[in-house]
């Protein structure tokens, strides 16, 4: 069975590595689209549902808080399809079926990224499962670049704890940040990409110039 891949112009997503500010960035974009009298559902992934913030919860928690047995690369790739297949059909969908726009923390290139490039699994595999079990791609993808250090000293000048994820490597982060990068080059119709070293004020003004650009492309909305 072959499985069809849909882009839906009211589906955004942010994508970066490890501190790239995707927060102050998701706020400056919902603020300009609710200005516009948009419906904005702000949400995220690993999550975004009751159901899918559990998987997260399995996916991020640290092994050795669990059960002190390591998650594979391969379980940790079908725990983000299992959230994100729950997720479009619990939260996505319905949104955008009621003519609201959709603004995600992180989507499906962030498993080309981190289990991809991080973990080294077959792109083919995550392409196979994104047509499968998700369908649905956003119309436009925000990817807020910052060099992997300076990312990584951002996040870790949070009070949290480092999470499963986030105690991996530089060179592990170096992958994540190249996938990221190549499928941007690949794909201009769908990316932008946000210089995100200039300081919080500078990265929500390019998201909300990229933003505002788009909408009026898309057909007068802006
Ligand atoms: N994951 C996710 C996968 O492996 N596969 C998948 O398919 C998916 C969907 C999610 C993890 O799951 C992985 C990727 C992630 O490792 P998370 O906690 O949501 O976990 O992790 P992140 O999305 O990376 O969240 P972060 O909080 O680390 O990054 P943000 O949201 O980009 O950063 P933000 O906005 O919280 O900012 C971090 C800190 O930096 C400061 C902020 O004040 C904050 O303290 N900051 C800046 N400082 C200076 N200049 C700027 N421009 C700044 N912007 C922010």
């Keep these: 069975?072959?499985?069809?891949?849909?882009?839906?112009?009211?589906?955004?997503?942010?994508?970066?590595?490890e501190g790239a500010g995707k927060t102050t960035a998701l706020n400056a974009i919902r603020a300009?689209?609710?200005?516009r009298g948009h419906e904005v559902v702000l949400t995220r992934e690993p999550g975004g549902t009751p159901l899918a913030e559990r998987i997260r919860a399995l996916i991020l928690t640290p092994d050795a808080e669990v059960a002190?047995?390591?998650?594979?690369?391969?379980?940790?790739?079908?725990?983000?399809?299992?959230?994100?297949?729950?997720?479009?059909?619990?939260?996505?969908e319905p949104a955008l079926a009621r003519g609201g726009y959709v603004l995600s923390d992180r989507f499906t290139d962030?498993?080309?990224?981190?289990?991809?490039?991080?973990r080294g699994l077959d792109p083919a595999w995550i392409a196979d499962l994104e047509r499968r079990a998700v369908g649905l791609q956003p119309g436009l993808?925000?990817?807020?670049?910052?060099?992997?250090a300076v990312g990584r000293a951002r996040a870790s000048g949070r009070d949290l704890g480092p999470d499963r994820i986030e105690s991996e490597q530089d060179d592990f982060f170096q992958r994540?940040?190249?996938?990221?990068?190549?499928?941007?080059?690949?794909?201009?119709?769908?990316?932008?990409?946000?210089?995100?070293?200039?300081?919080?004020?500078?990265?929500?003004?390019?998201?909300?110039a990229a933003v505002t650009a788009y909408l009026s492309k898309e057909g007068g909305n802006g």
């Design 1 to 17: 069975m072959s499985a069809a891949l849909r882009r839906h112009p009211r589906f955004i997503s942010l994508e970066g590595g």
């Design 32 to 35: 300009a689209l609710q200005a």
């Design 68 to 92: 002190n047995e390591p998650l594979s690369a391969e379980a940790e790739l079908l725990l983000v399809f299992a959230a994100r297949a729950q997720h479009v059909r619990q939260q996505i």
């Design 110 to 118: 962030s498993s080309y990224a981190y289990q991809g490039g991080g």
């Design 141 to 148: 993808t925000l990817l807020l670049d910052v060099d992997v």
């Design 176 to 208: 994540v940040r190249a996938v990221f990068r190549d499928r941007a080059t690949d794909d201009p119709a769908r990316f932008q990409l946000i210089d995100a070293s200039q300081d919080q004020a500078g990265v929500a003004a390019q998201v909300v």
